[in-house]
């Protein structure tokens, strides 16, 4: 299957999803800084750490979506262990 979607934010969001699990919908740091001081009080982004998505060197800022009506899952695939081994190899 191609998952070159031809554009890098789209390649971007097709990342992000599938790193989500269950009802989960993440967003990247920059869509947080987009949207963070807009949404309805009920909404809230919480960050699940750094990930490396598929084909970028560097680990970015990833946010999950809450809302009270919605049940989410506790975990993100992927790990922040991908993280801190990328902050190593750095440091």
Known sequence: MDRDYRSPAVNRCAKLRRR????QILVSETTYSIVADILRSDIQLASVGKRRLEGHDRPEDVYVVQHPDVRLEAEVAGSDLEA???????G
């Open 84 to 90: 801190a081994e990328f902050l190593n190899r750095q």
């Open 20 to 23: 989500a699990v269950g009802n």
